[in-house]
């Protein structure tokens, strides 16, 4: 009788195993995804990040929740990486089928993980609740980047890509030399300005303003430099002229060989 009533028991336990199972692969949707295993954090082994992980190291996830984070993020480029999510020195690995296929990722508590060689973060409020607090606050909130996506929404795909332009200004006596680069990043949501260089160090977020010929770029904020290429006092960064299939730039922080500034200087454009 004894062994009946266990046999019961453990045969009720396995279908509500199943049933869970079975809640947590629908609840993936159409993308076939199922939570294989899921470890527990690591702090300070596998990051790159120096920061202090002792608010941060209780941090857990449930097989749903990372169904959650999966089924909620986004497949991101390395500059948004690193300009707009946070590296936090813990994270867990998770092993899910996708589509049938067993993959492993790895889930930073910053907001994003790896799957293979990609990486996918966070796009929505729900999906950072899965996360420690550190990482919400630092990245972007979510009405900065709707605000980023708004600026560029109405932009002609013409500007979109990466600009480039190296400046040599020769040696600045026999040991150093005097240069300067300069990237551009355009996207449908996302201005970067960066500059790299002899008393140059800087990487501002802008906004665009299309008109005609030319793509206008307003500061909006600092992301990092050495704080002596303040641009916070500056309205236009620089303008994006295209004449004869070719860009060029005009800015009041770009100078020409000659140190003229506000002058058009061709761009590379990719």
């Known amino acids: 009788m004894k062994y009946i009533i266990f046999l019961l028991v453990f045969i009720s336990l396995q279908d509500c195993k199943g049933q869970n199972d079975k809640k947590i692969k629908e609840a993936s949707g159409s993308k076939q995804i199922e939570i294989v295993n899921v470890s527990n954090s690591i702090c300070g082994e596998n990051?790159?990040?120096?920061?202090?992980?002792?608010?941060?190291?209780?941090?857990?996830?449930?097989?749903?929740?990372?169904?959650?984070?999966?089924?909620?993020?986004?497949?991101?480029?390395?500059?948004?990486?690193?300009?707009?999510?946070?590296?936090?020195?813990?994270?867990?690995?998770?092993?899910?089928?996708?589509?049938?296929?067993?993959?492993?990722?790895?889930?930073?508590a910053g907001g994003y993980y790896y799957l293979n060689n990609d990486v996918y973060a966070c796009k929505t409020s729900k999906c950072y609740s899965f996360f420690p607090k550190e990482a919400k606050e630092g990245n972007d909130s979510d009405d900065t980047k709707n605000e980023t996506i708004l600026n560029s929404s109405n932009i002609d795909s013409i500007w979109f890509g990466n600009y480039s332009l190296s400046i040599d200004y020769g040696n600045l006596d026999q040991f150093s030399e005097m240069a300067i680069d300069?990237?551009?990043?355009?996207?449908?949501?996302?201005?970067?300005?960066?500059?790299?260089?002899?008393?140059?160090?800087?990487?501002?977020?802008?906004?665009?303003?299309?008109?005609?010929?030319?793509?206008?770029?307003?500061?909006?904020?600092?992301?990092?430099?050495?704080?002596?290429?303040?641009?916070?006092?500056?309205?236009?960064?620089?303008?994006?002229?295209?004449?004869?299939?070719?860009?060029?730039?005009k800015s009041p922080i770009v100078a020409n060989k000659n140190w003229d500034y506000n002058t058009e200087i061709i761009l590379n454009k990719k």
């Open 47 to 108: 990051s790159s990040s120096q920061e202090d992980f002792s608010q941060i190291k209780q941090w857990k996830l449930s097989s749903k929740d990372v169904l959650e984070i999966v089924n909620q993020s986004e497949k991101i480029n390395t500059a948004d990486l690193h300009y707009v999510y946070s590296n936090l020195p813990c994270e867990i690995e998770a092993i899910i089928k996708l589509n049938g296929k067993t993959n492993k990722i790895t889930i930073n």
């Open 182 to 249: 300069y990237d551009i990043e355009i996207s449908d949501n996302k201005c970067i300005f960066s500059g790299m260089g002899y008393q140059t160090s800087f990487t501002d977020q802008c906004k665009i303003e299309e008109k005609g010929n030319q793509l206008i770029l307003k500061y909006e904020k600092n992301i990092e430099g050495d704080g002596f290429s303040d641009h916070s006092k500056i309205d236009t960064l620089a303008i994006l002229i295209l004449k004869n299939n070719k860009y060029y730039i």
